[in-house]
């Protein structure tokens, strides 16, 4: 028994091994960037390469504060501004779809599953023919709006497929306690799909945050660029500044390391959401 | 998570209750049917005006013949379907077609190929399989514009680390993004490391579903890992497979960030596909040429749409 138990751990000793190199493996890019942004210009050009920041400089990282904290801010408030719209618009929609039997709700998920197959490249090119009448190129709330077409058929799908779930037995004790259908969906319905509001605000957040066709489209020439398109406009001018260049992605990559640290579980059911029904 | 809620859809349809009591809960629940029009009238504006309409301006300019001045004034001259002949009779369209199909095969192939091994891996639940697991997703959270631009400079010819390492081994270095023979695989590499955590996390909760009691028959029959992945995960995993694939073709053939931050199409046009192109056309020159962008992203569409189609048609199977 003690000798099983032994070989037991030592198989899953191995495999822990075997799964921490693939690992490695697979973030390495990551650590490359890393690595890069802190490497001295100077060593930039060193061939081969130093594998590890031996003499590492936060050189990258002051051009980040110096040059970057404007396309930061806007790239923040286009992500909130993503959330909210696409929570009050995909949640209500949910409700009316998944609690109140509306009419012809399955064949609007059918729509919104098309929806999301559209590509960007496509919706921008429309978008800009209507933003260049109405004068809406280059603006904060132009770019919300277009980067929030990524989310809010996925938040309607994931609000739909949760408020399914919600027993009925709780409206209708809300209905007789005299509740209308808003105080209903206020009080009983939203606080119980708290968990599908993060996930859709996360998601709705990243996109927005990481979007570059929508920003390079209708914001190219903004005042105020959102980081995407400034790390690209850094890539295009100095070629010689890759440290800075690297910082740059380093601190855009932020959120991403905020939500797997802190709402890793959030992530996943946001990736196998609308995927995988069975 | 989906999983439950989706059941719990499934058994309160089931459980309908007798048509007298239904009619009052209706009436109770439901209230009337405007309520609920009112509730998802915001959506339905929502994506008349920003789905409808601008997919509806895009059609409106690949069938018209627009340059800058006609696009403030609107008044290009109505030309039909002259854009799409010319882009299908243009010398790139053939190259780009075959570098799409290149593209999006050979990415799919090696995403749910390493995507499927990985989740078996991560099925035996060793020490830390979870927080590796986890961590593997950071590649599918990260911008574009990062991962794009890490994988330039990594693939840089003088002083990237790919060939670095090519050299320590004793190979010659490879012009990734400024050769044509090699800049279709550098970036379809690229992808491929995108795409692997979305293959892995879909397959996994996939394989999550295959009853225990399952491989326990098996193994008690004396079958080996590799019959028993062959003989039993692989079938009952196929229809959680099928849907994997076909998302990720739909995916991976609007694809424009990677391939424009990377190589921009080039050299020689050698890495354009169809979204590049129709990307390139409309903003990627001094002169934007919107019709036929249009055109070429349309054709994109229907191209995507055959596949979104298939893909529905087996998801509402699933369900039943």
């Known amino acids: 028994m003690a000798h099983e138990t032994a070989a037991k751990k030592r198989s899953t000793w191995w495999k822990t091994a075997l799964g921490v190199v693939f690992t490695a493996l697979m973030l390495f890019p990551v650590y490359w960037m890393v690595n890069v942004s802190l490497t001295q210009r100077g060593d930039l050009r060193q061939n081969p390469p130093s594998l590890f920041p031996t003499d590492p400089t936060l050189e990258g990282y002051r051009a980040v504060v110096e040059q970057q904290l404007p396309a930061l801010g806007v790239s923040l408030l286009v992500g909130l501004g993503c959330v909210v719209l696409t929570v009050a618009l995909a949640a209500p929609a949910g409700y009316a779809i998944a609690l109140l039997k509306m009419r012809g709700g399955r064949s609007l998920n059918f729509i919104l599953l098309v929806a999301q197959m559209i590509p960007a490249v496509v919706m921008s090119m429309g978008f800009y023919a209507i933003y260049v009448r109405l004068g809406l190129l280059n603006s904060l709330w132009g770019l919300i709006l277009a980067d929030s077409t990524i989310a809010v058929p996925f938040g309607v799908l994931l609000f739909t497929a949760f408020m399914s779930g919600i027993p009925r037995e709780l409206l209708q004790a809300a209905r007789v306690d005299g509740a209308s259908a808003w105080r209903t969906f206020r009080s009983v319905v939203m606080p119980i799909s708290r968990n599908s509001a993060i996930t859709v605000s996360l998601f709705a957040f990243l996109w927005a945050w990481s979007d570059f066709i929508f920003a390079s489209t209708l914001a190219r020439n903004a005042e105020f660029v959102p980081v995407t398109l400034s790390i690209y406009a850094y890539i295009g001018n100095n070629t010689t500044q890759w440290n800075a260049i690297m910082a740059t992605a380093v601190v855009a990559s932020v959120p991403a390391a905020v939500l797997l640290v802190f709402a890793q579980r959030y992530v996943a059911a946001g990736v196998t959401a609308g995927a995988v029904k069975d | ?320």
């Open chain 2, 1 to 320: 998570m989906t999983t439950t809620e989706l059941d719990a859809v499934s058994t309160t349809e089931d459980q309908a209750p007798t048509p007298r009591t239904r009619r009052s809960w209706q009436r109770t629940i439901h209230g009337s049917p405007w309520t609920a029009i009112a509730f998802a009238a915001p959506l339905v504006i929502y994506l008349v005006a920003f789905y409808a309409y601008p997919l509806m301006r895009s059609v409106d300019l690949s069938v018209h013949d627009y340059n800058i001045r006609a696009f403030v004034q609107g008044d290009a001259e109505f030309v039909g379907l002259a854009n799409y002949v010319d882009v299908i009779t243009s010398d790139l369209f053939q190259p780009a077609l075959w570098n799409t199909f290149l593209f999006v095969g050979v990415s799919i192939l090696f995403q749910y190929g390493i995507g499927l091994a990985l989740a078996v891996f991560f099925r035996n639940n060793f020490r830390l399989s979870g927080v590796l697991r986890a961590l593997f997703l950071v590649p599918w959270l990260l911008p574009l514009i990062v991962s794009a631009s890490t994988w330039a400079w990594m693939m840089n010819s003088d002083s990237g680390i790919v060939n670095a390492f090519l050299l320590a081994v004793g190979m010659d270095p490879i012009n990734w993004l400024t050769s044509p023979d090699w800049s279709l695989t550098a970036v379809i590499i690229a992808n491929i490391w995108l795409g692997i955590p979305f293959n892995l996390v879909i397959l996994y909760s996939g394989l999550q579903n295959i009853p225990g009691d399952v491989y326990e028959a098996a193994s008690l029959d004396g079958a080996g890992a590799w019959k028993t992945f062959w003989r039993i995960t692989f079938p009952l995993l196929r229809p959680v497979s099928a849907i994997t694939i076909l998302l990720g073709l739909v995916y991976t053939l609007k694809v424009v960030d990677i391939i424009w931050i990377m190589t921009k199409g080039g050299p020689a046009n050698s890495s354009l596909i169809l979204s590049v192109w129709s990307y390139r056309e409309a903003f990627g020159t001094g002169q934007p040429a919107f019709s036929p962008a249009s055109a070429i992203g349309n054709l994109l569409i229907l191209i995507a749409l055959v596949f979104g189609l298939i893909y529905v048609r087996l998801q509402s199977r699933e369900e039943h």
